[in-house]
């Protein structure tokens, strides 16, 4: 939104500073190329006029910011802006100095068109093709408006609902010679600046729209297209919004490379090829988390059986002679060979603490697998490698509160018959008392035939 707004500030750069000829692009670089080729025919009166507009209106909604019961000043600027500047360029005859105006309108509503339209060849088929092409930008542009008001004025919008509204008035418009029309940017930011609240706005503006056509053009043959490039700017302004940028930074870099990715498609490019890298960025990101599962090392509570993450809770301690890993994301395909070789590495990385400190060797290798809400063939494959490695270092392989469709291919697999029913546990507190108790009972009994041996 932020990018589509400065695109929009761009292109009235035209108006404000009197160019006749203008690129057609949106992107800032042929904006810019067009801006600069032509500084001799840059009219300073009318870039005059335009600034101090935008100015005006930028100060009256800092105004109606400070002091909420006078939103009615920020919501009148437009208006007063525009009469203003007809006045005086009236009075001053500015439009014989470089300051563009909107010249004579002609009168009237937009005549019917409903006999004009036709559905047979040869233009049927470029009719449908290119209807569908505008249809889906259309409803992309209209929804990704729509949510981007909905989450400053913190309601719901339903994409159905959006899909059907368009859809209908476009159909509806095409009997009157309407203009193909969404959910633009310009328009809903100046009814969002104004302090519109409902859809009500929409009809007032409708039939002032249609008051005017019918009795009021003659009116505005001296309004400043300055003036309404002022108007759009100001209103674009307070899209553009920095400080979430900035909210960004401080939470999630990648977010904020999203953010900025996005942005700078847009300016640079459209805003479909901003769309696009966002989407592509956001999609990379969800195929690394899924590629790159977290994995933790759980240590317990002192006096408590709760097990937690011993880098994030540092009072956590490790269970002697019990490695418990927590697999904190769904295995499939994708991330199986990691997994394989993380679990590895935790066991390797376990076995040198526990030389360097000394302690009880490894016996147990406990898989905490509650967030594993599923798994594939390769996952299960992956499980049985390590339950082999785990055979080859004389280590036993638990599982602690496998969800219900991972239990189910588990069992199809054969896997829990390679383990052991008795090694799957349901909470980690007992899978760790099973395994001490174990540990204790292979104490006595080495006790035991060592006291035989002596006799």
């Known amino acids: 939104m932020g990018g589509a707004a400065t695109v929009v500030c761009l292109q009235q750069l035209k108006s404000i500073l009197g160019l006749e000829h203008f690129t057609h692009n949106a992107d800032i670089i042929s904006v810019m190329r067009s ?56 009075f001053t005859h500015a439009e014989n100095h470089g300051v563009q105006v909107i010249g004579e309108l002609k009168k009237g509503l937009n005549p019917a068109s409903v006999t004009d339209l036709v559905f047979v060849a040869p233009h049927m088929s470029t009719a449908i093709k290119t209807g569908i092409l505008v249809g889906i930008i259309a409803l992309a542009e209209g929804i990704a408006v729509g949510r981007s008001f909905a989450m400053f004025k913190n309601y719901h919008i339903d994409g159905n609902k959006e899909m059907i509204a368009i859809g209908t008035m476009n159909i509806l418009g095409s009997f009157t010679s309407c203009y193909l029309t969404t959910g633009p940017f310009s328009r809903s930011a100046v009814n969002y600046n104004a302090g519109c609240k409902t859809a009500v706005s929409n009809i007032v503006m409708s039939i002032a729209v249609m008051l005017t056509l019918l009795f009021l053009t003659p009116l505005f043959h001296y309004t400043p297209l300055v003036v ?20 960004l930074w401080k939470i999630d870099k990648f977010d904020f490379v999203i953010c900025m990715s996005a942005y700078i498609g847009v300016v640079f490019g459209s805003v479909e090829i901003g769309l696009v890298i966002a989407v592509a960025l956001s999609v990379l990101r969800i195929l690394l988390f899924v590629a790159r599962p977290r994995t933790f090392v759980l240590g317990n509570i002192p006096n408590s059986g709760i097990y937690r993450n011993v880098e994030q809770y540092q009072n956590a301690n490790h269970v002697p002679g019990i490695l418990i890993l927590e697999i904190d994301a769904p295995i499939y395909f994708a991330n199986s060979s990691y997994l394989r070789e993380r679990i590895t590495r935790w066991i390797d990385d376990e076995e040198d603490r526990i030389k360097a400190n000394g302690e009880t060797s490894l016996q147990y290798i406990i898989l905490d697998m509650s967030a594993v809400g599923n798994i594939d063939t390769s996952g299960i494959s992956m499980l049985e490698e390590v339950n082999k490695i785990a055979d080859r270092r004389g280590l036993q392989l638990v599982m602690v509160n496998p969800g219900s469709e991972v239990m189910k291919k588990l069992n199809k697999s054969k896997f829990q018959e390679n383990i052991g029913e008795k090694w799957i546990y349901l909470t980690v507190e007992e899978a760790v008392g099973a395994c001490n108790f174990m540990l204790h009972t292979c104490k006595q009994n080495s006790k035991r035939d060592e006291s035989w041996n002596k006799v």
Do not use: N
């Open 35 to 90: 801006v600069f080729s032509q500084t001799h025919k840059w009219r300073w009166e009318s870039a005059v006029l335009g600034f101090t507009f935008i100015f005006f209106l930028l100060l009256t909604r800092h105004f109606s910011k400070r002091k909420p019961k006078f939103f009615w000043v920020s919501a009148m600027a437009p208006l007063t802006s525009v009469i203003l500047g007809s006045f005086l360029v009236y």
């Open 228 to 247: 309404l490039a002022a108007i759009i700017v100001s209103a674009m302004l307070g899209l553009i919004d920095y400080e979430a940028a900035i909210h």
